[in-house]
């Protein structure tokens, strides 16, 4: 199973916007994932380490470095298939780089 992190300024609607997305559109592509949607400002460096890919709404700024890949997620929110499916596709990139499938 992969674990992705997803997070959004309140953590209640984008975040799950991008949640449902992810696990609807990695399902198809036949990938075991599981997504969990949080606020930014409840990220910590113990939380994002449980996790394999963090997918922040935007570029955001932690305190501290992450360990692990990053995707930026917020053209899901759009729900225009040309924006969206970079996020996508860049994600199944990510999986296959780190062999997390």
Known sequence: ???ILAACGAGVNSSHQIK???????????YDVTCDAVMIKDI?????NRYDI???????????DLTIPTVEAGPILYRIPAMSEPVFTE???????HHLS
């Open 54 to 64: 963090f997918t922040p709404i935007a570029k955001t700024n932690l305190g501290f």
């Open 91 to 97: 994600l199944e990139k990510v999986i296959k780089e």
């Open 1 to 3: 199973m992969i674990k």
């Open 20 to 30: 449902d997305a992810i696990e609807s559109q990695m399902a198809d592509r036949g």
């Open 44 to 48: 910590t460096e113990e939380m994002v």
